[in-house]
DNA sequence: CGGGAGTTTGAGGCAGCTCAAGCACCGTGG
DNA sequence: CCACGGTGCTTGAGCTGCCTCAAACTCCCG
C-alpha cells in the first residue's frame, strides 16, 4: 500500500473525527464526540511522498503538521506545483473522481500527516449530516482556491504574484498561530516560480525589488513582511531607479531633435 | 433520453434522478428509479445570469442544452472567465462552502438549465449511497479540470494553450453528438483570452496563424480543425510568426499545388 | 574542505501586450 | 431596401515584462 512511497513508521498518535473536523474547520457537532472511530497519524520526512500519480485512491489526507507540496505532470513531463498544504489543509481530492492521483504530495519538512480512508470517512457522513455537508464544504473550499489561482495566473503581474502569495502565506501562518510577520519560506524559489507560473530568476529578483523598496526584508529563506497592506494591494511595482533612469535617458534623448509639445 | 438537443422551446419541463444522472455521466444505479423526485428545468435567453456573486447559494445546476461562462471577478473589479459549462456540465459548486455563490454563471446562448436544490439533492445521496459517492466524483472531477487550467495557464505557451482549448471544445462537441471537427464558437475572442489568460488580439492572431499553417481554418466563429493530433501535441510554433509563414511555406512548396510565397 | 543544491544578479532576447486603425457582421429604423 | 451604429474580429507596429542563458555567491552537509 503506502510502504513504496516512503511510509515511516506509524506513529503512536490517533485523532478522534472531533478533532479532524477541528483541524480541517469545519464547523463542529456535539454527536461526533459519540463517535469513538480514531483516525491514524503517520510520518514523513522531508522529501518523501505520500502518493503518487496513478496509485490507486483510497485515502484522504489532512496535514497535521509540517509542510508539503502537491505537483502534476504534464503530457510532456514538465512538473508544475499545485498547491502548498500545511496544517489544516486536505488533499488527495483529486483521487476521488478516477479511483486513482492525479497528482504527487511531496513533503518538504519533516510532516505529521492523518490517513482519512474514503469509505470509512463517507460512511460516518451518513450517520451525521453535518459531516457529509462539511466535506462537501471543503471540497468546495479547494474548489474556490483552484478558481483563485486561475484567477491570479489569468490576470496579474509576476509582481502581484508573489505579493498575493507572501500575503497568502502570512495569513496561513498567523492562522496556525505562528508570527504572520516574520517566517522562514519552506520551499524553493523553484517550487515557488512553478506554483506562480514564473521562472525562479523572477521570483528572486522580484523578492529583491520588494526588499529594495521596503516591502519586506529577505535572506535567503527568512521573510519579513514590512508593509503588508501595500503588498496586499501591489498590482505593479513602481518605475524601480534603475527603471526611472531608463525613462528619463528616453525622454532626454527624444526631445532635444523632437517637437515641442503644446501645452 | 434526453437527447432531444433541439430548441428551448419544447424542452422538457422536469427530468428524473435518473435522467441528471445520465446527463452528468455519473454510473447508473437501478435503485433510482424508484426515487419520483423531479428536478425543474429553466430557460435563459442569451446574456441572461444564472447566479451573480454573492448571491445566496440554494442550488447546483446541470446544463441540458445550450452554452454558458462563468466568471469571477477579482479585488480590482476585473472580470476572469472560468469555464464554458455545456451539456452535462455541472456548475454552482464554488457556492457550497461560504453559502454564497463566488463566481457568477451568465448564459451565451439560450440555454436549458436543471436546478438541483442543494438540500434535496444531499438528501437523496444518503438513501442512495451510489449517487452520494458520484456528487464526491463530480466535485473531485471538477477539481481536476481546475488543476488542469492551473497547470496549463503555468506553463503552456499562447499557442499551446489555444491548441488545447481547440481540441478540448472539439472533445466536447464529439461527446455531445456534434462534429467534433467543424464547429462553430460560441464564446467571444475576449472571453477565450481571459479564459486563457491572454488577450483577445493573440487568440486572433494565433487562430490565423493556425490558419495560416494549415492546423484549422477558421472564419470568424466557425472553426474546423484539420490536423487534429498537431494541435494535439503542438507546444510551441516555429520560433516567429514570420518564420512560421516561412516554414509553412517551405512545407506546401514540397508539394505539388504547394507553391506559395509570402506576402 | 569540497561538492552540490539553492540563490542572486546581470545581459540580452523574444512572446505576448498595448495601442491603433480598418473591416465584417448584424439588428434597427428610415 | 439601404443607411447606420454597435459589437466583434483582424492586422500592424512598437514596446516591455518576463524568460533564457550565464556566472558568481551562499549555505549546508558529509
Redesign the interface.
Known amino acids: 500500500m503506502l510502504a513504496d512511497t516512503g511510509l515511516q513508521r506509524t506513529s503512536r498518535l490517533w485523532s478522534t473525527l472531533k478533532e479532524v473536523c477541528s483541524l480541517l474547520r469545519i464547523p463542529d457537532d456535539a454527536s461526533y464526540g459519540q463517535h469513538d472511530t480514531l483516525f491514524q497519524h503517520v510520518q514523513f520526512k522531508a522529501g518523501q511522498r505520500i502518493h503518487t500519480i496513478g496509485q490507486p485512491f483510497d485515502m484522504l489526507y489532512v496535514v497535521n503538521s509540517g509542510f508539503l507540496k502537491t505537483v502534476?505532470i504534464?503530457?510532456?513531463g514538465?512538473e508544475?506545483v499545485?498547491s502548498f498544504p500545511m496544517k489544516g489543509d486536505l488533499f488527495g481530492?483529486?483521487?476521488?473522481?478516477?479511483k486513482r492521483y492525479?497528482?504527487e504530495a511531496v513533503a518538504l519538512s519533516n510532516c505529521d500527516v492523518i490517513l482519512l480512508p474514503f469509505k470509512k470517512f463517507?460512511s460516518i457522513?451518513?450517520v451525521h449530516?453535518e459531516l457529509?455537508?462539511a466535506?462537501?464544504?471543503?471540497?468546495?473550499?479547494?474548489?474556490?482556491r483552484?478558481?483563485?489561482?486561475?484567477?491570479m495566473?489569468?490576470?496579474l503581474s509576476a509582481e502581484a504574484r508573489v505579493a498575493r502569495f507572501l500575503v497568502n502565506l502570512s495569513e496561513r501562518f498567523a492562522e496556525m498561530g505562528y508570527s504572520g510577520r516574520q517566517f522562514n519560506l519552506r520551499m524553493t524559489r523553484h517550487e515557488i516560480g512553478?506554483?506562480?507560473?514564473l521562472t525562479l530568476e523572477t521570483v528572486s529578483r522580484t523578492l529583491s525589488a520588494f526588499n529594495e523598496i521596503g516591502l519586506i526584508t529577505v535572506d535567503q529563506r527568512a521573510i519579513e513582511l514590512k508593509d503588508f497592506s501595500a503588498l496586499r494591494?501591489l498590482?505593479r511595482l513602481p518605475p524601480s531607479r534603475g527603471r526611472a533612469k531608463q525613462l528619463a535617458a528616453n525622454a532626454l534623448a527624444a526631445s532635444p531633435e523632437g517637437q515641442v509639445t503644446a501645452a
Chains 1, 2 share one sequence.
Not at 481530492?93 to 478516477?98: E, L, N, P, R
Not at 483552484?146 to 484567477?151: C, D, F, L, P, R
Open positions: 502534476a504534464d503530457v510532456f514538465n508544475q499545485l481530492v483529486d483521487g476521488i473522481h478516477g492525479e497528482s463517507t457522513g451518513k449530516p457529509e455537508t466535506i462537501y464544504s471543503v471540497m468546495s473550499r479547494e474548489l474556490i483552484e478558481q483563485a489561482m486561475v484567477s495566473l489569468g490576470s512553478s506554483y506562480l507560473g494591494t498590482r
